[in-house]
């Protein structure tokens, strides 16, 4: 399989997608044509995380064209980006799970790069942003979140915080996730990485954001992350529980 993304044998994609409606139907795009030259079995899935725009309607015609390859998950209230991410793992059904971001921050584009490195015991490839292109103070939280995550919990990847992942499912089935928040992708890493999977990483372009607002920089994001961290930590660390 490696270095013949082409022959890919199964493979889910989804988004989480919150007031994400001007950035979809590119982004879908995108994503269909990348698995059509990639992929020989696929899905795509779009999570809508309660969204208060125009996003239920543009994917009601996004179905519409691109027919039952296209499935939607809906959330009539939202849950947050971790019960997104949950949604969205227990609706894939093919062998591989990727996942990125609704906002197109990351571009679908650089899949095959990720499939490339796809060997028999890998169950995680992680991207990591070559440079952020976000705000200044955006960019300096990020790194402090990221330091200070990867301090506490041990975790070895470089980039926590970098939402563009391929995962095998059959480990997404082993663990157990409870974050709603932000901190998934932190109990994510953390709790694949104590299976001993295959870790691979690989460098990703990072964009600005086009549309819409970030809902983890807002103050009630921020103060729901730190907490849930904390729990997320005592868990982990000090108590030592499973990831199963």
């Not at 991207?127 to 976000?134: A, C, P």
């Amino acid at each position: 399989m490696i270095g013949r993304p082409e022959g890919f044998a199964s493979l889910s994609v989804f988004f989480p997608a919150y007031n994400d409606a001007p950035s979809l139907p590119r982004l879908l795009a995108t994503a269909f044509a990348v698995l059509a030259a990639h992929v020989v079995d696929y899905e795509v899935i779009v999570v809508n995380d309660g969204s208060h725009d125009d996003t239920a309607a543009v994917l009601a015609q996004l179905c519409g064209q691109y027919g039952p390859r296209l499935r939607v998950v809906t959330h009539q209230q939202n849950r947050g980006y971790g019960g997104a991410l949950r949604s969205g793992f227990a609706a894939a059904t093919k062998e591989f799970v990727f996942y990125t971001d609704g906002d197109s921050q990351y571009d679908v584009g650089e899949l095959p790069r990720l499939l490339e490195l796809v060997g028999p015991d890998t169950g995680l490839v992680n991207g990591y942003k070559l440079e952020r292109h976000d705000p200044a103070h955006r960019v300096w939280i990020g790194k402090a979140y990221n330091f200070c995550a990867r301090l506490l919990f041990r975790i070895r990847i470089r980039d926590i915080d970098c939402d563009y992942r391929l995962i095998r499912r059959a480990l997404l089935e082993r663990i157990h996730l409870t974050s709603t928040s932000g901190t998934i992708c932190v109990e994510l890493v953390r709790k694949l990485e104590m299976t001993g999977c295959g870790v691979v990483e690989t460098g990703v372009r990072h964009y600005p954001r086009l549309y819409g607002k970030s809902q983890f920089f807002r103050l009630r994001s921020l103060a729901t992350t730190l907490y849930e961290l904390v729990r997320l930590w005592v868990r982990v660390v000090i108590l030592r529980r499973p990831a199963y």
